[in-house]
C-alpha cells in the first residue's frame, strides 16, 4: 500500500514555519528604543535627555522634543543633527524601525533617519524621502552615501506610517544589502512582509553600527517629519534564519523516516 506522506509534509512544513519565526523572535535583541515620553523626557532640546548627543557642530534650529505628557515625538527640518549610541553590532543584521509622519518633502529628497558608528560621517542605512510630483511621496533606503533607487508606492503626507530598514553585513566590500518596510505586517522575520524598496547598495559598508541618528537636512532638501518609537534590534542575518529553518526541517523528516 503506498503511504500518504502529503499529511506528514504539510506538518512539516508548518513546523519549520513556527520554528523560522520562533528562532528569529528568540534570537532578535533589542539594543536601543524610545518613546520620547515623559518622564523621561520634558517638552525640551532633545541633545542632552536620555543620552542624546549632538551630531557634528551645527546647533542651529535644535531638536526639540514635543508632547511628551501625551505623546512625545520629535520634528525635523533642518538644522541640528543628532545620536544616541547604543552597544556596537558588527554582524548579522541591524533593523531601525520607527514611526513617522512626512508633511513636506523636496522633488530632490533627502534622508532624515540612519544608522552610525557614532562619528560624524560613517553614516549607514540611511532613510530618504521625496515629493513623487503628484501630491504624495516616495522613499528609499541607501546602505551608505551615494545616489538611490526610490520605491514606486506613493504615500500621503500627513499620514502616520510605520518603517523598517533592515541592514546586513556581508562579507565584502561595497556589497551590504538591505530592504525598507512600510507599514510591515506582524513581527520578525521581515522577509515574510514584502519590501516597500530594496536597498541601495552604495558607498562605503558599515564595520561597527554603534549609533542611531535624527539628521535635519539642508534647507533646500530636507524633508518635514515627525518621528516617535524608534527601536534598533540586532537580528541574524536572513540567511541565518533560513538556515534554521531547514535545520528543523531536515530534524522532523528524520524523525519520521
Do not use: C
Amino acid at each position: 500500500m503506498t503511504k500518504n506522506t502529503n499529511g506528514v509534509g504539510v506538518r512539516a512544513a508548518m513546523a519549520v514555519a513556527a520554528l523560522v519565526l520562533t528562532a528569529g523572535a528568540a534570537n532578535a535583541a533589542i539594543v536601543y528604543s524610545t518613546d520620547f515620553n515623559a518622564p523621561t523626557y520634558g517638552d525640551a532640546a532633545l541633545v542632552g535627555q536620555d543620552g542624546w548627543l549632538q551630531t557634528g557642530t551645527v546647533a542651529t534650529n535644535p531638536l526639540m522634543v514635543a508632547n511628551t505628557g501625551t505623546n512625545g515625538n520629535v520634528f525635523m527640518t533642518t538644522g541640528q543633527d543628532a545620536n544616541h549610541p547604543f552597544a556596537a553590532i558588527t554582524t548579522d543584521s541591524v533593523l531601525l524601525s520607527a514611526d513617522i509622519v512626512v508633511s513636506t518633502a523636496s522633488t530632490a529628497g533627502d534622508y532624515f533617519l540612519h544608522l552610525s558608528d557614532g562619528g560624524t560621517s560613517a553614516f549607514n542605512a540611511r532613510i530618504y524621502v521625496k515629493s513623487d510630483g503628484a501630491g504624495g511621496f516616495v522613499m528609499a533606503m541607501g546602505t551608505a552615501a551615494g545616489a538611490v533607487v526610490y520605491g514606486t508606492t506613493p504615500l500621503t503626507f500627513g499620514t502616520p506610517y510605520r518603517i523598517t530598514a533592515r541592514y546586513d553585513f556581508v562579507s565584502g566590500l561595497a556589497n551590504d544589502t538591505g530592504e525598507l518596510f512600510v507599514d510591515p505586517a506582524g513581527g520578525f522575520p521581515l522577509p515574510a512582509t514584502t519590501s516597500y524598496a530594496l536597498a541601495t547598495t552604495v558607498g562605503t559598508d558599515a564595520t561597527t553600527i554603534a549609533a542611531v541618528n535624527l539628521r535635519q537636512g539642508s534647507a533646500t532638501n530636507a524633508p518635514g517629519v515627525t518621528v516617535d518609537n524608534i527601536v534598533v534590534e540586532a537580528v541574524p542575518a536572513p540567511g541565518a534564519i533560513a538556515l534554521l529553518g531547514l535545520g528543523g526541517l531536515v530534524a522532523s523528516r528524520r524523525r519520521r523516516a
